[in-house]
Every structure is written in structure tokens, then in C-alpha cells.
């Protein structure tokens, strides 16, 4: 099947992707990840369930030097992956894999072999077909649908291939932190967990989650990253995320 494509700006520009016209379209939450993840030149990251790659580029494109494996399922969302990857010059340090995550096999045939990576960032589906609408477009429902083990094996796939002091980095749903918490029980510490609030005031919508590998068995909570401001307007630290491409800065509460 030919997919019907647009070619789309983000990141205020610094970024050109070309993705489906129908399905799931690179968003906030992509971009949100990516500046979450720390990374610095000469390290190898992982990006699971990279779709066309807007996370893990955005990720190559702030932190230089970084290599990224960008790893998707889907054969057609994985040659955009590298095609998107060559558009912005970033070939030479970001790849894609088209594999599972839980495929070891693959992932090892690709060079993602145990305790390699320095990092992994993730945005699996988290949408519960139990609960929620589920979109008839098939696509759209990969990306956005979950069994229930589903968060569990990518983690602990993501255990298997860091280095010890490796960084998970995650975003789900708010509502579901404690999932994500259960998930990095066994293998990982230090934990940062940091709110997105659509706006002051409300609920949050999402949580971003980081990692280590190995650390002590801790948690911090941080001041959360408010997207709008009460006038509905992008606030001055999300516009700085979203389009100057700037990292994510932890602050207490």
C-alpha cells in the first residue's frame, strides 16, 4: 500500500517530516520526549515505536553527536523513518529499524545488543481499547492502543539493552503513572516525573517519566510544564520546548 503523505515543519522549522495524512501525526508528545532525554555527543539512543521518527530526530537534531536508532514495527512508517532522517541530514547519526521492540533477535541483528545503549526514549500506546473509542484507522489504532502487558515487555526491553547507568525516558497518560512506576520497579531508580498541564489550573494530561538503570529506589516530583496560559496562548517555556527546540529543565515545585 502507497501512503498518502504531507511534509510538515516542527520545531519552529528545524525539523521537516513527512508523514501519513491519516493515522497517527506527530505531535506535542513526540516533541515533549525528545526534550526530555538526556543525551550528550558520542552516546547511542534508542527510540521504541519511533513511527516516522519525529521524537528520535528531534532528540539528534538538539543533542549533536548523539546516534539514533530510530525502532518502529511498521515497515512503511519505518522507511519514512529513514527517509525523514536523510531529508535532514541527520543519516550519518540516525538510523531505522524496522523490528518489534520485543523481537530480540531482530534488534540484535540491528547491533541493539544487551547493555548497549545509553538511553532509550519511548511513547507507547496507552489508550485502553477496554475503556476508550478505538480508531477504526489501523494505524492510528497501533499507535495509540495497548494490550496491558504492552508497557511492561517495552521496559523491560529497554532493561535489557541499557548499560548499567543507562536512562529510560517515558511519556504516558497522567492518569497512569502508577503503571509506569510498577513497570520500572525492578530494574531502575532515580526517577523524575514531571506533569504536562494543559493549562494553569487544570488536570494534567501527561507525564514524563526518566530513569536510571540500576540507580537507588527513588522518586522526584517536579514543578510541571504548563502549555498554555489562561488566555489560551503557548506559554514562553512551552514555546521554547515546542519550537526553539530547547531542553526540558527539571525545577522543584
Not at 502508577?178 to 488536570?203: K, M, S, Y
Request: one cysteine or more.
Amino acid at each position: 500500500m502507497t501512503l498518502e503523505t504531507s511534509d510538515d515543519a516542527v520545531l519552529g522549522g528545524r525539523l521537516r517530516l513527512r508523514q501519513p495524512l491519516r493515522g497517527h501525526r506527530v505531535g506535542h508528545d513526540a516533541m515533549l520526549l525528545a526534550a526530555f532525554t538526556p543525551a550528550q555527543a558520542g552516546q547511542h539512543v534508542a527510540d521504541f515505536g519511533a513511527g516516522i521518527g519525529g521524537a528520535g530526530l528531534a532528540l539528534a537534531r538538539r543533542a549533536d553527536g548523539v546516534r539514533v536508532t530510530l525502532v518502529e514495527i511498521d515497515p512503511e512508517l519505518a522507511s519514512l523513518a529513514a527517509h525523514n532522517a536523510a531529508a535532514n541530514d541527520l543519516a550519518e547519526r540516525v538510523r531505522a529499524v524496522c523490528a518489534d521492540v520485543g523481537d530480540v533477535a531482530a534488534l540484535s541483528g540491528a547491533g541493539l545488543t544487551p547493555a548497549s545503549l545509553d538511553g532509550v526514549l519511548m511513547n507507547p500506546p496507552f489508550n485502553d481499547a477496554r475503556r476508550q473509542k478505538v480508531s477504526p484507522d489501523p494505524r492510528r489504532r497501533l499507535a495509540h492502543v495497548a494490550d496491558p502487558g504492552l508497557l511492561g515487555r517495552w521496559v523491560d526491553g529497554a532493561a535489557r539493552l541499557l548499560k548499567r547507568d543507562g536512562t529510560l525516558t517515558v511519556i504516558w497518560r497522567a492518569g497512569g503513572l502508577a503503571d509506569v512506576l510498577e513497570a520500572l520497579e525492578r530494574d531502575f531508580g532515580a526517577i523524575a516525573v514531571l506533569p504536562v498541564f494543559p493549562r494553569p489550573g487544570a488536570t494534567a494530561i501527561r507525564v514524563l517519566v526518566r530513569a536510571v538503570k540500576g540507580a537507588a529506589r527513588e522518586r522526584r516530583e517536579y514543578a510541571g510544564l504548563v502549555l498554555n496560559d489562561e488566555t489560551g496562548r503557548p506559554s514562553v517555556a512551552a514555546e521554547a520546548v515546542l519550537r526553539g527546540g530547547e531542553a526540558l529543565v527539571l525545577a522543584e515545585p
